[in-house]
């Protein structure tokens, strides 16, 4: 997710967080790589030329110059426009109250993403409260309505589909059967085209008429870059967009979207799709995207994914075995286990601090796996106390897993040194302590479980996040940033 212009930006903080003076020379040099990394992401040329202009005439006042840490405060100010270019805060749909029906018309070109972007956003409206329903008005593309279909069935969201012709008389007729079925949300599933056109566009416009939606919502392909901008404006003079969500993020290596469509159309992304699976959508929080982009690492939405997937009086337990010392091999394959519920990996190491922006593609993530088959190849009493496992157990489990005693002894290796690192942090009492103590967690915690992952991972306890305060976290996030 936007690996190539996190890895500049990453590097043009962590080349100025350390300076003590800056001088204009070294701003001027930092601005104008900052320039070529906007432009190499496909930036609309006016958005790169507002947020360059206006980073340069701040970071030259006396604010920079002659602060305490003049390269910290040039970073926040990078920061702070990377956040005011990506949409300041956080946008939610303007629904109606449950007693009154909302009507949310989904549009965009053929290939966007547009039937699951639908599918993915009635997922969490359902999962917020709401009763939607889903309406297949998608009547150019072939199989459009099957596929709307399957995808209600699979999250448990009924698809009203007729067997007209007429798109706008099956938008009208959706509403009258939600409205007498007690459904208080109509996502409407549009057709769209290669390209925009006269007839698409006058359809659109008679959906919308007879609907009066509350929300007109745009599902762009964030990998298309400058051209989902000029989709963004096409649409919105006809149309009159209220949001944006944009698909295929995780596979956007550049982030020219994402960077340009606030700033030149004025509409808000709301949300962003991160994957296949229904889950893999994320409300958009510029904030943690731009925090991300300068490999800062969002470990607030960290926080926030290990909180839909792990089980709170579990995660307590696990928190207590950590403090005791007493954590197994059998936790830590609970560990790996509740990693795969979270995600691909790509996602979740662009929210770890100092990994946002490496590809996971390039790391070696197979001893994953093979961990994993080693420990299930372990006896119950060999996963509670690894002391017994001798040589011949290490035979044993090695044929059983498919895998080489070095293998396994490395396995074992990996597992001692996880626990001596939770028994140091565990009598931690310097500032990460604190920090620790402050987002309601043991210390300890966040030392287990993923012991022996690749590329700086060792060490990182999902189900310890489940505790954390959220409100406390984002604000330390904010003091620490």
Do not use: W
Request: charged share 30%.
């Amino acid at each position: 997710m936007l690996e190539k212009i996190t890895g500049t930006f990453s590097g043009i903080v962590k080349k100025l967080s350390g300076k003590s003076t800056i001088t204009e020379k070294n701003i001027e040099e930092s601005v104008e790589e900052i320039k070529m990394a906007l432009l190499e992401a496909d930036v609309n040329l006016r958005v790169v030329r507002r947020f360059v202009n206006s980073t340069i005439e701040e970071a030259k006042g006396e604010k920079v110059l002659k602060a305490v840490n003049p390269g910290q405060q040039f970073t926040k100010i990078i920061y702070d426009k990377m956040v005011s270019m990506l949409g300041d805060t956080k946008q939610d749909l303007h629904l109606k109250g449950p007693d009154t029906q909302s009507v949310i018309l989904m549009l965009g070109l053929q290939g966007a993403g547009k039937t699951t972007a639908a599918h993915k956003l009635a997922a969490k409206l359902l999962k917020e409260g709401r009763k939607p329903l889903l309406a297949a008005c998608d009547l150019v593309r072939p199989a459009a309505v099957e596929q709307l279909s399957q995808l209600g069935e699979k999250i448990g969201v009924p698809v009203y589909k007729e067997n007209s012709k007429d798109a706008v008389k099956n938008a009208k007729e959706s509403i009258d059967f939600a409205r007498k079925n007690g459904y208080d949300t109509v996502i409407i599933d549009t057709a769209g085209r290669l390209q925009i056109d006269e007839e698409m566009m006058d359809e659109l416009v008679r959906v919308k008429k007879a609907t009066s939606p509350v929300e007109v919502l745009l599902v762009a392909d964030s990998m298309t870059g400058q051209n989902a901008v000029d989709i963004a404006k096409s649409f919105d003079e006809q149309l009159g967009l209220t949001g944006v969500i944009l698909t295929k993020f995780d596979s956007d290596a550049r982030g020219g979207a994402a960077l340009s469509l606030k700033t030149i159309t004025g509409k808000p992304i709301l949300y962003i799709g991160t994957g296949e699976k229904t889950e893999d959508f994320e409300v958009f929080h510029p904030e943690r995207i731009a925090s991300r982009i300068l490999g800062m690492g969002d470990v607030v939405s960290l926080v926030e994914k290990a909180q839909e997937t792990v089980d709170a009086e579990e995660a307590m337990k696990l928190q207590k075995k950590m403090a005791r010392n007493e954590f197994t091999l059998q936790d830590m394959l609970e560990q790996y286990q509740s990693v795969k519920k979270m995600g691909n990996m790509q996602s979740i190491m662009d929210m770890i601090p100092g990994m946002s922006g490496m590809d996971a593609s390039q790391m070696d993530f197979s001893s994953l796996k093979k961990n994993e088959a080693i420990i299930q190849s372990m006896t119950y009493k060999e996963r509670a106390n690894h002391l017994i496992i001798g040589p011949s157990r290490r035979k044993r489990i090695a044929k059983g897993s498919g895998t080489s005693v070095a293998e396994v002894n490395k396995l074992l290796k990996q597992f001692e040194k996880t626990k001596l690192m939770m028994k140091k942090v565990s009598r931690n009492k310097g500032m990460q302590g604190k920090m620790m103590s402050q987002m309601g967690i043991d210390p300890s915690a966040l030392a287990g479980g993923m012991g022996g992952m690749p590329g700086g991972l060792g060490g990182l306890d999902m189900n310890s996040l489940k505790g954390m305060d959220m409100k406390k976290l984002a604000e330390l996030a904010k003091k620490f940033r």
